[in-house]
Nanobody, 117 residues
């Protein structure tokens, strides 16, 4: 697989949790920073969290303290633990490697996260 494959989305109530997984086999994920992105209807795709090969992380202000990003370089896999979910977190979530962001063919199908009140 060249494109990453996201999984783990679903429908949850506000305050609930989900854990997203990203399989990125065939990519350079082990030597580049990776990130989780999301796109809600009518909104631009935005960066949610990123992680470097050494494990340094960054988060959007809107999710800081609630989401945790992690990666397993040997398995080309990345995770996003989402706690205390809010309705405004509803979006399609995508993962990607930073060196591929400008390539439209590098994006996968994403996984839908829906948070109800």
């Amino acid at each position: 697989q060249v494109q990453p494959v996201e999984s783990g989305g679903g429908l949850v109530q506000a305050g609930g949790s989900l854990r997203l997984s990203c399989a990125a086999s065939g990519s350079r994920s082990s030597i580049n920073a990776m990130g989780w992105y999301r796109q809600a209807p009518g909104k631009q795709r935005e960066l949610v969290a990123r992680i470097t090969p050494g494990g340094r992380t960054n988060y959007a202000d809107s999710v800081k303290g609630r989401f945790t990003i992690s990666r397993d370089n040997a398995k080309n896999t990345m995770y996003l633990q989402m706690n205390s979910l809010k309705p405004e977190d509803t979006a399609v979530y995508y993962c990607n490697t930073e060196n591929n962001l400008e390539n439209p063919d590098s994006w996968g199908q994403g996984t839908q996260v829906t948070v109800s009140s």
